[in-house]
């Protein structure tokens, strides 16, 4: 069975950092790219970033909200991929998701999730 | 980016009601779409992807069409385990975005 699972949230002060961890299990990582969503109180669902498999290159993508300040990992050989998050805001505020594609050639369609670890951002 | 614009912003609807959610792309996505349900506190759940292919698990009940830039979600028969938020998504494009959301209430 496949799972995600998240850990490492919890409250940190605009300015600090926190790393989130995407424990896998139940697949072969490697074969795999891992993306990580997050959504804010009460809203709708962002794209933060993607780490491709090493098949390709282990290319990182991220969305510009994030791009300078988040760093996306991955250990294959643990089965865990990371979001590394610097300089916090108070609008990273949300519960982060870490997710996996419906299969290693349907294109990015996330059928695998997480249950989602809650950041909060604030002094 | 690409903007994925839903409606509507929410529906009431009776069981065993058909309810359809329509979602706009602001430029062709071919049918890089998905369409998630994501219930208060949980992940989001994958029902269709590439526009109109029902994820395995997925009650029957559920189908999706379109391309291009007009998408459409169709409940054929709304149960009270419907109740949820949907989500259209588009996977065409860096970066991936998604629509506003349309919540979903049984009247």
């Known amino acids: 069975e496949v799972q995600l699972v998240e850990s490492g949230g919890g409250l940190e002060q605009p300015g600090r950092s926190l790393r989130l961890s995407c424990t896998t299990s139940?697949?072969?990582?490697?074969?795999?790219?891992i993306t990580w969503f997050r959504q804010a109180p009460g809203k709708g669902l962002e794209w933060v970033g993607f780490?491709?498999?090493?098949?390709?290159?282990?290319?990182?993508k991220y969305a510009a909200s994030v791009e300078g300040r988040f760093i996306i990992s991955r250990v294959d050989s643990k089965n865990i991929a990371y979001l590394q998050m610097n300089s916090l805001k108070t609008e990273d505020t949300a519960v982060y998701y870490c997710?996996?594609?419906?299969?290693?050639?349907?294109?990015?369609?996330?059928?695998?999730w997480g249950q989602g670890t809650l950041v909060t951002v604030s002094s | 980016d690409i903007q994925m614009t839903q409606s509507p912003y929410s529906v009431s609807a009776s069981v065993g009601d058909r309810v359809t959610i329509t979602c706009r792309a602001s430029?062709?996505?071919?049918?890089?779409l998905a369409w998630y349900q994501q219930k208060p506190g949980k992940a989001p759940i994958l029902l269709i992807y590439?526009?109109?292919i029902l994820q395995t698990g997925v009650p029957s009940r559920f189908s999706g069409s379109g391309s291009g830039t007009d998408f459409t979600l169709t409940i054929s028969s709304l149960q009270p385990e419907d109740l949820a938020v949907y989500y259209c998504?588009?996977?065409?494009?860096?970066?991936?975005?998604f629509g506003q959301g349309t919540k979903v209430e049984i009247k």
């Open positions: 997710s996996r594609q419906l299969t290693e050639t349907s294109g990015d369609y996330f059928a695998y």
């Open positions: 139940g697949f072969t990582l490697e074969d795999y790219a």
């Open positions: 780490i491709a498999s090493r098949t390709y290159g282990g290319t990182t």
């Open positions: 430029q062709d996505i071919s049918n890089w």
């Open positions: 590439a526009a109109s």
């Open positions: 998504h588009q996977a065409n494009t860096f970066p991936y975005t």
